[in-house]
């Protein structure tokens, strides 16, 4: 059985107690990791601890995001560490922006202009085994050299080598839940999913 790592911090026991009950339900297997420095670091620093042990292909999930299932199945048959980008949602100065020309990516993060942005990297990707080395050496330079970087600048690394793949989410619903409005429409696609055997 797969693990499920889930690095924890703000109330991490709200997190321990969610995940045992998931496990019990589910037979789910759970590994807690702590950020203790949660308050002062940013996405580097907590993938770079969930990492650490890892030794196999691996699916990174940013923790505040619902999604169609099909936007991971479509991921995973990338077959290589790729990225999901949504490529059709109309995007804002908040989105976490991606340019991607020639299979490269170009410019990537919030400050990127909406109009030369290919679409927005919704944090969902694949780290295959082999390349696995390689992103835990780029996330210690990232953690060394800014204790707030954002983890996603590693895929624009491996876009410089040719060794990263794009999964498009051509339409497919997901979101990421930073407010109340976030959260009704999390709500709202959940309910879809429902009357969708659960697509979700």
């Known amino acids: 059985m797969d693990t499920i790592t889930i690095v924890v911090g703000y109330r991490a026991e709200m997190v321990r107690e969610a995940c045992a009950a998931l496990g019990r339900k589910y037979g789910a297997r759970f590994n807690l990791v702590r950020n203790d420095a949660y308050l002062s670091t940013n996405t580097a620093c907590s993938l770079q601890i969930g990492l650490s042990g890892i030794h196999d292909d691996v699916v990174i999930f940013n923790g505040d995001v619902l999604y169609d299932r099909a936007i991971l199945d479509n991921l ?9 980008v949504d490529n059709t949602k109309p995007l804002t100065g908040e989105s976490f922006k991606v340019r991607i020309v020639n299979g490269r990516i170009e410019e990537m993060g919030k400050t990127v202009p909406v109009e030369r942005a290919t679409g927005e990297f919704i944090g969902i990707s694949t780290i295959v085994k082999r390349d696995l080395r390689e992103a835990k050496e780029l996330l210690n330079i990232l953690v060394s050299s800014n204790p707030n970087n954002y983890y996603d600048f590693i895929y624009r690394s491996f876009s ?6 794009y999964s498009f989410t051509n339409g497919l619903k997901w979101t990421e839940i930073d407010d109340i409005q976030d959260l009704r429409y999390a709500e709202s696609l959940a309910g879809i999913a429902a009357g969708a055997r659960g697509r979700f």
């Open 76 to 84: 995973l048959k990338m077959n290589q560490t790729a990225i999901a």
């Open 160 to 165: 410089e080598n040719g060794n990263l793949a």
